[in-house]
């Protein structure tokens, strides 16, 4: 135990019944819907739940042996699977387990399982206050999604605490370690993301051991915990805060919120580059009117990033937008969420998904990409 942590974790229970991997898996009709946040998407021809590192890369080892398709499952809260299911196998990384080793002066190792529910993860470390991953409180999925799309909340990326994942390099069939230089992390990316090439088994994080947040970064936050930008504060207090503001636009799950059925934010903020920027300006300010301020921010040499949500909600897109039937629409709470009402399909959130796209880019010519990872079937 270090600062009251466990070294064993103790997550929310698993969804199905761990037995060991048989080499050749019998043909399945476990349905992907109920395993993804939104409720959508249709059987996996294969499936498996692996419940230890060793398990999931044989697993997956085995598939790849036999040329089939793998689709690797976390918490589905990333996923947007098509109606017709997956044709391979998908293996759900269930690996539990946590660690924490001193570094000393104050910083300590937090090593986790892949397979571990992320935010209660978060919460263990704020119990235990080490500080770090307190403004990634109430992001849904696993440990080892993480790093794929480098996730991110309030003024911080996963990367910031990143040390090093395990991971299985599927080209070798090796278990390799890989530093957080080689991850090739950018915003809501890395080399992992929408690619075939490695499972991550178990990830370690850097971590402050004295109770205190990270430097408060985020306007939003700071104003909410009344601290100027750059202060720290007690731990817990940065991840209530933080779980308060989530709750307020619906992005903490809840079952009985169906503004919640989402994958979070359905499209990433777009980047547009300077020499483009006077023409989209002048597209927003036709449209909006030469006074209203536009958020941006800068990202990187030569580019911008504009508000997806507030390009959106200014093309005429507002909160609670029904798309087909009204089976699918924008979340009360949030304009970058799109939700499944209860009786969805995929089709029904694609068409959605095109419908605002398309709108976006008439209004400002900006294209809108999506942020989840879309499986057999694309907007
Ligand atoms: C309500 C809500 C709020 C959200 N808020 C945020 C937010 O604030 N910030 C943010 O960044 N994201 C947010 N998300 C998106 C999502 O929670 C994160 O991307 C999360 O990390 C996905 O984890 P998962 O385990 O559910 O991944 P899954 O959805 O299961 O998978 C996503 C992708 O990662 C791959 N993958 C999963 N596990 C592994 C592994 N072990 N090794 C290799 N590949 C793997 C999958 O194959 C897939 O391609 C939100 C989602 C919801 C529903």
Known sequence: ?????????????????????????????????????????????????????????????????????????????????????????????????????SLG????????????????????????????????????GSVGATPVQNVGAYGVEVGQLLMSVDLLDRA???????????????????????????????????????????????????RVLGVRQGKQVPVDLARAAVLELRRGKGMVLDVDDHDTWSVGSFFTNPIVLDRDLGAVRGRIASRVGPDVPVPQYPAGPGASKLSAAWLIERAGFAKGYRGPGGRVTLSGKHTLALTNRGDATTTDLLTLAREIRDGVHVAFGVDLHPEPVLIDCTI
């Not at 090593?111 to 403004?135: F, K, Q």
């Open 1 to 101: 135990m270090i600062g009251g942590y466990p070294l064993a974790g103790h997550g929310p229970a698993l969804p199905l019944a761990l037995v060991p991997v048989p080499d050749v898996l019998p043909p399945s009709t476990q349905r992907l819907a109920p395993l993804t946040t939104l409720r959508l998407g249709g059987p996996a021809a294969r499936f498996v739940a692996a419940g230890s590192a060793e398990d999931v890369a044989a697993a997956v080892r085995a598939a790849d042996g036999r040329d089939e398709r793998v689709l690797i499952l976390g918490g589905g809260s990333n996923l947007v699977v098509a109606d017709e299911g997956f044709d391979g196998t998908v293996v759900q990384v269930a690996n539990r387990g946590s660690k924490i080793d």
């Open 105 to 140: 002066e104050g910083r300590v190792a937090l090593t986790v399982e892949a397979g571990e529910d992320w935010d209660a993860v978060v919460c263990r470390t704020v119990e235990a206050g080490l500080g770090g991953l307190e403004c990634l409180s109430g992001i849904p």
């Open 172 to 222: 070798s069939g090796e278990i390799r370690t890989l530093s957080v230089e080689e991850l090739g992390l950018g915003y809501r990316t890395s080399v992992l993301k929408g690619t075939e090439r490695a499972v991550v088994l178990r990830v370690r994080f850097e971590l402050a051991d004295g109770g205190l947040s990270a430097p408060i970064r985020y306007t939003e936050l700071a």
